[in-house]
């Protein structure tokens, strides 16, 4: 019985840590303004000029003007997709900062998931295998070579 509910428990802490997950990962996304719309745009984008900041982060001429740029395009009710597409063909694959998620690129977004559920599920099956080993007992032989140690050292 105690077995049995053990194992219940883990389920349930597995199924809590993976609803927390989709939690995070889905969140409260609410409606957005264009504004907001355009400032999440610009943090995924590389400055072209500027070494290790985001449209968003960077001063340069050219940040300010891929930030109208953007800004313009929500205004005309373009999707998030058809934005990137246009700043990627005019500025080159390497102003994203977000990795395809298809193709050789989609192992950087699948293989830490799989090596987390991989690591979690060789530590249960560690531990479930260090709870099935029966404890060791003393036997009979056991009990007679100490006894006839003790009575070696006297």
Request: with cysteine.
């Amino acid at each position: 019985m105690t077995g049995t509910r053990r194992t219940i428990g883990w389920i349930v802490l597995g199924a809590l840590a993976a609803a927390f997950l989709v939690f995070a990962v889905v969140g409260d996304r609410g409606t957005r303004t264009n504004e907001d719309r355009a400032n999440a745009l610009a943090t995924r984008f590389a400055c072209p000029v500027c070494d290790g900041q985001s449209v968003r982060e960077s001063d340069a001429l050219i940040a300010r003007e891929i930030r109208k740029e953007i800004a313009t395009r929500i205004d005309k009710g373009q999707t998030d997709g058809q934005i990137r597409d246009y700043i990627v063909s005019r500025y080159g694959e390497s102003v994203d900062l977000t990795p395809a998620s298809t193709g050789v690129a989609g192992l950087v977004w699948i293989l830490p998931v799989v090596v987390f559920i991989a690591g979690a599920a060789g530590l249960t099956a560690l531990f479930i295998g260090w709870n099935r080993r029966p404890a060791r007992r003393a036997t009979d032989a056991d009990r007679e070579l100490v006894e006839q140690a003790r009575r070696g050292m006297t």
